[in-house]
């Protein structure tokens, strides 16, 4: 056999997974079947504007090992969100947050005061423990920000209503008494300087890259050509959902130039909350690098349905959805040398830093093995 792995899939596991066993003498074959690297952290570079052409991503941890891993590649410039809401013609900041709270209730000044328009919203609904994502968000905020913020958000962008959805997506969103605009919690954050394609090039330096290669459909002709297989599709994909579908989360954008406009909306992103307007966000890429070049570039978030040939974006975790893919798992583990990992492999809404540490942990088992 010519490889030690076959790598399906140029996204930041698989890149990160090939980094490490090439670097210890391991020949990879990387496969991917769109035309470029990067999965969906790749940017293109348009009008001097590098453009997330898969959605924004912007790159934060906790983690100093994953951090420091990371920065080896490229260099960060220092990034922090804070994206802003817009409803109903008014602006508010995210996440929610102090700004937030005298934004929305100008009788609100202080944080004593905050808590206690919250807690007074809170106790009168008297959610126990909450059983859905709408409980959490109320119990977590209350009815006015729930329903200025979350409610409609939340039903675009995953065509579910909020009582439908697993709470663990809200916590992902900070609530706090201080005047903090940063989206984040991590310590550390940051967008590379250039885009990220340069991270997933040095990363693939050593191996073979192929592209356009669409691996369900040929492989017994891939299979072979490695002992082992690191598969990063969907794992439903890979067994012919010979167990049924999974449910997945697609997205659309639509991409705007405007030459004659150097900064159409003052920040990096701008959310839509109501469900009224068919995107949930407008990201302008410009502010992701302080970039001051002429015009700008804007993209249009829209979710939509994911049907086959569209790309899945986020993995539907609820109970139902987890379930099938236990049994998914099942049949994972009896393939013979295949590894399953990533968002798609793993069926879970990582984010980029779970990646670059799920992917090491893998290479570490993998090389000692
Ligand atoms: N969310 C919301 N209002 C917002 C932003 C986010 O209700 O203005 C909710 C929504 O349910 C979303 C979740 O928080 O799916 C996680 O948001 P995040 O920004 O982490 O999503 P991602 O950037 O991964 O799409």
Same mark, same amino acid.
């Given at each position: 056999?010519?490889?030690?792995?076959?790598?399906? /899939?140029? /996204?930041?596991?698989?890149?990160?997974?090939?980094?490490?066993?090439?670097?210890?003498?391991?020949?990879?074959?990387?496969?991917?079947?769109?035309?470029?690297?990067?999965?969906?952290?790749?940017?293109?570079?348009?009008?001097?504007?590098?453009?997330?052409?898969?959605?924004?991503? *912007?790159?934060?941890?906790?983690?100093?090992?994953?951090?420091?891993?990371?920065?080896?590649?490229?260099?960060?410039?220092?990034?922090?969100?804070?994206?802003?809401?817009?409803?109903?013609?008014?602006?508010?900041?995210?996440? +929610?947050?102090?700004?937030?709270?005298?934004?929305?209730?100008?009788?609100?000044?202080? @944080?004593?005061?905050?808590?206690?328009?919250?807690?007074?919203? *809170?106790?009168?609904?008297?959610?126990? =423990?909450?059983?859905?994502?709408?409980?959490?968000?109320?119990?977590?905020?209350? #009815? $006015? %920000?729930?329903?200025? +913020?979350?409610?409609?958000?939340?039903?675009?962008?995953?065509?579910?209503?909020?009582?439908? !959805? @697993?709470?663990?997506? *809200?916590?992902?969103?900070?609530?706090?008494?201080?005047?903090?605009?940063?989206?984040?919690? $991590?310590?550390?954050?940051?967008?590379?300087?250039? /885009?990220?394609?340069?991270?997933?090039?040095?990363?693939? =330096?050593?191996?073979?890259?192929?592209?356009?290669?669409?691996?369900?459909?040929?492989? $017994?002709?891939?299979?072979?050509?490695?002992?082992?297989?690191?598969?990063?599709?969907?794992?439903?994909?890979?067994?012919?959902?010979?167990?049924?579908?999974?449910?997945?989360?697609?997205?659309?954008?639509?991409?705007?130039?405007? #030459?004659? *406009? $150097?900064?159409?909306?003052?920040?990096?992103?701008?959310?839509?909350?109501?469900?009224?307007?068919?995107?949930?966000? %407008?990201?302008?890429?410009?502010?992701?690098?302080?970039?001051?070049?002429?015009?700008?570039?804007?993209?249009?978030?829209? @979710?939509?349905?994911?049907?086959?040939?569209?790309?899945?974006?986020? @993995?539907?975790?609820?109970?139902?959805?987890?379930? !099938?893919?236990?049994?998914?798992?099942?049949?994972?583990?009896?393939?013979?040398?295949?590894?399953?990992?990533?968002?798609? /492999? =793993?069926?879970?809404?990582?984010?980029?830093?779970?990646?670059?540490?799920?992917?090491?942990?893998?290479?570490?088992?993998? !090389?000692?093995?």
């Amino acid at each position: 056999m010519k490889y030690d792995y076959l790598v399906v /899939g140029a /996204g930041l596991f698989g890149a990160t997974f090939a980094y490490e066993m090439s670097k210890n003498g391991k020949k990879c074959l990387v496969i991917d079947r769109r035309n470029h690297i990067g999965g969906n952290i790749y940017c293109e570079n348009i009008n001097g504007i590098n453009v997330h052409k898969y959605g924004a991503h *912007i790159f934060h941890t906790s983690n100093k090992e994953v951090w420091d891993y990371i920065n080896q590649f490229t260099e960060f410039n220092n990034f922090i969100n804070s994206p802003v809401a817009r409803y109903k013609s008014k602006i508010y900041n995210l996440p +929610f947050n102090m700004n937030t709270f005298v934004q929305v209730w100008p009788d609100v000044l202080t @944080p004593n005061d905050a808590k206690k328009k919250i807690n007074e919203q *809170i106790a009168s609904l008297a959610i126990k =423990e909450p059983k859905n994502l709408e409980e959490q968000a109320l119990s977590l905020v209350g #009815k $006015d %920000i729930y329903e200025m +913020f979350i409610k409609g958000y939340t039903e675009k962008q995953w065509g579910k209503t909020c009582q439908e !959805l @697993p709470s663990f997506i *809200i916590k992902r969103i900070p609530v706090r008494y201080t005047f903090n605009n940063n989206y984040f919690n $991590d310590i550390f954050q940051g967008i590379p300087i250039g /885009g990220y394609n340069k991270i997933i090039e040095k990363m693939l =330096e050593k191996c073979d890259v192929l592209l356009n290669v669409d691996y369900n459909k040929e492989k $017994d002709k891939y299979k072979n050509l490695a002992k082992k297989t690191l598969y990063t599709g969907m794992i439903d994909e890979y067994f012919d959902y010979s167990l049924g579908k999974l449910d997945y989360r697609s997205l659309k954008f639509e991409h705007e130039i405007h #030459k004659d *406009i $150097d900064n159409y909306q003052g920040n990096a992103v701008v959310n839509y909350t109501e469900s009224s307007v068919p995107y949930t966000r %407008i990201i302008e890429h410009k502010f992701f690098e302080n970039n001051t070049c002429k015009g700008t570039l804007i993209t249009k978030e829209f @979710p939509i349905k994911y049907e086959q040939q569209k790309e899945a974006y986020y @993995p539907i975790n609820d109970d139902k959805n987890n379930d !099938l893919f236990k049994r998914y798992q099942k049949l994972a583990d009896q393939e013979n040398c295949v590894i399953f990992g990533g968002r798609l /492999g =793993e069926y879970k809404y990582y984010n980029m830093d779970e990646i670059v540490k799920k992917a090491l942990e893998l290479s570490s088992v993998e !090389l000692n093995v």
